[in-house]
């Protein structure tokens, strides 16, 4: 029943931009958070963003601080990652994933620590 889909992904130019969408579904986002990752071809999993819901507190990774931007859709039980100024680099298959409210951090480094993970969209930024 819980389900997460990750949907806007696609090709892009360089200094482009794209705007993912995870929409969750059998449950209520609440006070959990809602990780992005990505992972290209010959690459470990990555840690893109995390938006946490219990404080609305949001985490980048260093490569993407200033050009991406997490939060929640207005109007639906989803979480947005929006991606401008796209470079080569951030090419890969980007996954949105939930952490369950829990003690610590709603937002934890290690992919490991999520609950529930999306299918996956794809990003790729032509060079």
């Known amino acids: 029943q819980v389900q997460l889909v990750e949907s806007g992904g696609g090709l892009v130019q360089p200094g482009g931009s794209l705007r993912l969408s995870c929409a969750a579904s059998?449950?209520?986002?609440?006070?959990?958070?809602i990780g992005w990752f990505r992972q290209a071809p010959g690459k470990e999993r990555e840690g893109v963003s995390c938006?946490?819901?219990?404080?609305?507190?949001?985490y980048y990774a260093e490569s993407v601080k200033g050009r991406f931007a997490t939060f929640r859709d207005s109007t639906k039980n989803a979480v947005t990652l929006q991606m401008n100024n796209l470079k080569a680099e951030d090419t890969a298959v980007y996954y949105c994933?939930?952490?369950?409210?829990?003690?610590?951090?709603?937002?934890?480094?290690?992919?490991?620590?999520?609950?529930?993970w999306g299918q996956g969209t794809q990003v790729t930024v032509s060079s």
């Open positions: 059998g449950f209520t986002l609440g006070r959990s958070g």
């Open positions: 938006i946490s819901n219990s404080d609305g507190n949001t």
């Open positions: 994933a939930v952490r369950f409210p829990s003690y610590g951090s709603m937002c934890p480094r290690s992919p490991d620590e999520y609950d529930y």
